[in-house]
T-cell receptor, first 114, second 112 residues
Framework: NAGVTQTPKFRVLKTGQSMTLLCAQD?????MYWYRQDPGMGLRLIHY???????AKGEVPDGYNVSRLKKQNFLLGLESAAPSQTSVYFC?????????????FGPGTRLTVT | QQQVKQSPQSLIVQKGGISIINCAYE??????FPWYQQFPGKGPALLIA?????SEKKEGRFTISFNKSAKQFSLHIMDSQPGDSATYFC???????????FGSGTQLTVLP
């Protein structure tokens, strides 16, 4: 089991460029999440999904879009990158059952927007 | 609006000492309170978690104390070890998708 994987690990963008971050999980989890981590601010939820074909906004959704076309994949898109989106992005997934609420995190993508 | 407040921002403890990290929350709808541990360059990993119907949960050297009336919870690390040096995040969950709201993190350093 690879768990949660994220692609790419690092990326540098110029202001206005677009990109897509890919998250994949092999645990057959229903729920998937995208967070950003900034110094002194913990992790903040960007978007999340409770199943294939469904997405919802989190705490800081502006400037991002997501898609969940397949259960195992959750994509995060930046249409026009801004320096304020420089951050470390983490994807997570969890099982929908009541026995465990644990979220499993990927290794992160470090994004720099210049 | 920071719904989960965490302190201290950083903590230095001697090997064998007790590390204590505190969190306070505002939203009474939160129903699950996990602590995550993060090493540099890695994603956070669940350390221990508690539901609001119990006041304490212990797993090895790690204990969560929970005070529902005060809306506070804390992590105690007994016999702290250099390998415990990491960033610790408290979090709280609410909503049908168990969305997590994280505290700002505590960087723990355990001196050998």
């Amino acid at each position: 089991n690879a768990g949660v994987t994220q692609t790419p690990k690092f990326r540098v963008l110029k202001t206005g460029q677009s990109m897509t971050l890919l998250c994949a999980q092999d645990m057959n989890h229903e729920y998937m999440y995208w967070y950003r981590q900034d110094p002194g601010m913990g992790l903040r939820l960007i978007h999340y999904s409770v199943g294939e074909g469904t997405t919802a906004k989190g705490e800081v959704p502006d400037g991002y879009n997501v898609s969940r076309l397949k259960k195992q994949n959750f994509l995060l898109g930046l249409e026009s990158a801004a320096p304020s989106q420089t951050s470390v992005y983490f994807c997570a997934s969890s099982y929908f059952g009541t026995s465990s609420y644990e979220q499993y995190f990927g290794p992160g993508t470090r994004l720099t927007v210049t | 609006q920071q719904q989960v407040k965490q302190s201290p921002q950083s903590l230095i403890v001697q090997k064998g000492g007790i590390s204590i990290i505190n969190c306070a929350y505002e939203n009474t709808a939160f129903d699950y309170f996990p602590w995550y541990q993060q090493f540099p360059g890695k994603g956070p990993a669940l350390l221990i978690a508690i539901r609001p119907d119990v006041s304490e949960k212990k797993e090895g050297r790690f204990t969560i104390s929970f005070n529902k009336s005060a809306k506070q919870f804390s992590l105690h690390i007994m016999d702290s070890q250099p390998g415990d040096s990491a960033t610790y995040f408290c979090a709280a969950s609410a909503g049908s998708a168990r969305q997590l709201t994280f505290g700002s993190g505590t960087q723990l350093t355990v001196l050998p």
